[in-house]
């Protein structure tokens, strides 16, 4: 069986269900549940025993040094962090305490495992660290790519916590011998995306009739890639990257943040119309931009493509399509999300923007 932590938010929860989708390998989910995670996004999997949640923080070594005595992972696939680069600028300490702190500890708790497994075991063990591209920094115009070997240089509280958590993992393997993967990937959407970032914002925002709250010029450019797409391409470094390695995962789609809102508009426009007739392009308000607000990210994944055959399989047209069916089938959920939490996180980040 294999641990995943942080398996009731966005990513983890896709790849778990993905995950069961394709095999009978049992999955053992460690998750805090903050405000980000959600066990309704694995609803489909209630009482099916290859799915063993646990309720827990990955910064507690006993509670992550009992839970791999107790099952015996062969590999560890760790996505708890706090995601959301916003947050870290209201309150950076959160993040340092989970993507820092915590991962820290579990990778204390997952060497002491490790080091006390049998030969054959502990050469098979794998611990799978899933990072982002924020690491890299802001690329310009013309730039090329971000590559594996570039520079690191965040810019964000979030981005610099994930920087120190890849470094420790590193390390980690470098000194000893701790058989590690990292991923640094692109933005993802799709399916259970918490609706305080951009995409399924823009379509709950959107579909209640709000403002649709454009940061700056809205010409910031981001990589987007269907987060199934990169479930997929953990899974192949999982089963074949080599160790120590980092893999950058993207699927060359490079897009301003404002090309991504008319495309939301205009797929909404088409399967949602309002019932005025006007488009939900009236709805987009430019609003003060973010502190130190990264202004591009690209990934160049030629390496994952070149020494694991992987690829996307979703182009972006077909990603957001999906996407947006998803957020209208599926109503009950984002209602559910949007807790007196969720108000109040609105009101922070939204309310002192207007311009
Ligand atoms: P998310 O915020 O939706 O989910 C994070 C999950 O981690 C939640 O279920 C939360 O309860 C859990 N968690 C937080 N702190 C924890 C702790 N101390 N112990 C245990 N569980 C904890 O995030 P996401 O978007 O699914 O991102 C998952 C991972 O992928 C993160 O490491 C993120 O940095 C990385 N990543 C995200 C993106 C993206 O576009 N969302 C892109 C590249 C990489
Ligand atoms: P986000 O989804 O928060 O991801 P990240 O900051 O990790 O890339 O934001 C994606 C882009 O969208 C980013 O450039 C900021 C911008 N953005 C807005 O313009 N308005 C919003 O309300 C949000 C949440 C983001």
């Not at 054959?120 to 690329?139: A, I, Q």
């Not at 590193?170 to 995409?199: D, M, Q, W």
């Not at 074949?240 to 980092?246: D, F, I, N």
Request: proline fraction near 4%; hydrophobic fraction near 35%; include cysteine.
């Amino acid at each position: 069986m294999i641990l995943v932590t942080g398996s009731a938010g966005f990513i983890g929860s896709n790849f778990v269900l993905d995950w069961l989708a394709q095999s009978d390998e049992a999955v053992v989910n460690l998750d805090k549940l903050t405000y980000a995670g959600n066990l309704e996004n694995l609803a489909t999997l209630k009482g099916d025993p290859r799915h063993i949640f646990v309720q827990g923080d990955i910064g507690d070594a006993s509670v992550v040094g009992k839970l791999l005595a107790q099952h015996k992972p062969r590999a560890v696939v760790n996505f708890a962090a706090e995601s959301h680069v916003d947050r870290s600028i209201h309150g950076p300490g959160e993040f340092i305490q989970t993507n820092i702190v915590g991962t820290f500890n579990l990778l204390e708790a997952v060497r002491a495992y490790w080091s006390g497994l049998a030969a054959e075991e502990k050469s098979n063990f794998r611990f799978l660290h899933v990072s982002t591209d924020e690491v890299y920094g802001s690329l310009k115009k013309d730039d090329p790519a971000f590559s594996e070997t570039n520079r690191y240089e965040p810019n964000s509280p979030y981005s610099a916590s994930k920087a120190a958590s890849d470094h420790l993992v590193r390390a980690y393997h470098h000194t000893y011998g701790l058989p590690v993967l990292t991923t640094n990937c692109s933005n993802n959407y799709g399916p259970y995306h918490f609706p305080e970032k951009l995409i399924p914002l823009m379509i709950v925002n959107a579909l209640a009739g709000k403002p649709l709250p454009v940061y700056g010029d809205g010409q910031q450019i981001r990589d987007w890639l269907y987060v199934k797409d990169h479930c997929s391409a953990i899974r192949a470094v999982l089963a074949q990257g080599r160790l120590g390695e980092v893999y950058n995962i993207g699927g060359w789609n490079e897009k301003a943040n404002l090309d991504i809102v008319h495309t939301v508009c205009a797929l909404l426009d088409e399967l949602r119309p309002r019932s005025d007739g006007k488009s939900y392009r009236e709805q987009i308000t430019f609003v003060t931009d973010r502190p130190g607000h990264d202004r591009r990210y690209a990934i160049d994944a030629r390496k994952i493509e070149r020494e694991l055959g992987w690829k996307p399989a979703e182009t972006f047209d077909t990603g957001i399509r999906k996407t947006v069916r998803w957020y209208l089938d599926n109503q009950d959920w984002v209602q559910h999300v949007q807790s007196g939490d969720y108000r109040n996180w609105v009101e922070k980040n939204y309310a002192g923007r207007a311009r």
